[in-house]
């Protein structure tokens, strides 16, 4: 995989049900090849359809883009996300609204899986959410690395365009110590001269020095890692701990999930 690959909406290509995914959504991909170090598809769900994930060798995080679906007896709507630990297995059902509903996970097993087995279902309303983290910037937390039994990320960001002042430009670059896929869920995000709307995929190695700002209207999009974040570090040397400056962000909290028996 290069070191930062921009996947917009329009390129992303149709395929067969992936291995582990049974139903009748039909599947598009944004990152599925053998140098992907993760993958990211797009289902889309019709009411009434049934998406079945799992059994799999890898965890598995699915979030609800748009729409809403059904899992265990509980509605997931938009901003909603679960995720399906290597071993368990979820049936999802479309809810009254289709539903766009993306899926990421590791395309390898890692050397230090946890012992999985379990499902984690996180409705919208429950997300732990911080108002304010820096200037025009919200975040909200779905998955923390902190479950005993899997070591899966996400959070979602809000930037707007109060952020943009020449101090957070000049701060911007930086890396990160894992793999990343970042989405876009709303607004546009700024690279280099070009702008990228809803449906943007960004997949960015580890150690890569890279930057990106939001558009006129703002960004808000999701961040997925498929191992605990380490290090953030940025181009004047400097870093910090990113699973730390959460933690303190969030004064202790976690997300509250649902956990089907």
Avoid at 52 to 78: F, N, S
Avoid at 157 to 170: G, I, K
Wanted: aromatic letters at 6%; charged letters at 20%.
């Amino acid at each position: 995989m290069p070191k930062v690959s921009v996947v917009p909406l329009e390129k992303i290509v149709p395929v067969e049900t992936p291995p582990g995914f049974s139903g009748k959504a039909s599947t598009a991909a944004y990152l599925a090849g053998g140098r992907d170090p993760l993958h990211l598809h797009l289902h889309s769900v019709e009411p009434g359809a049934s998406l079945r994930i799992g059994p799999l060798a890898v965890d598995c995080l699915a979030y609800v883009w748009t729409g809403e679906v059904e899992a265990d007896g509980h509605r997931l709507a938009a901003g909603s996300s679960l995720v399906v630990e290597h071993g368990a297995a979820l049936a999802i059902t479309g809810g009254l609204a289709p539903a766009k509903l993306l899926t990421f996970a590791a395309a390898d097993v890692p050397q230090s899986a946890r012992p999985g087995g379990h499902v984690h279902l996180l409705p919208v309303e429950r997300v732990e959410r911080v108002s304010g983290m820096m200037q025009g910037v919200n975040g909200g937390m779905h998955f923390d690395s902190a479950c005993p039994t899997c070591e899966i990320w996400l959070h979602e960001n809000e930037f707007t365009p109060a952020f943009l002042t020449p101090e957070t430009e000049r701060r911007s670059p930086h890396s990160h110590t894992e793999d990343e896929i970042i989405f876009v869920t709303a607004g546009q995000m700024k690279l280099g001269n070009r702008l990228y709307g809803p449906g943007t995929a960004l997949a960015v190695s580890a150690e890569t020095m890279y930057s990106f700002n939001p558009g006129p209207e703002g960004l808000s999009f999701i961040n997925f890692r498929a191992a605990t974040p380490g290090d953030i570090r940025r181009a004047d040397g400097n870093s910090s701990s990113e699973t730390g400056g959460w933690r303190r962000q969030l004064g202790g909290k976690r997300p509250d999930y649902i956990e089907p028996a």
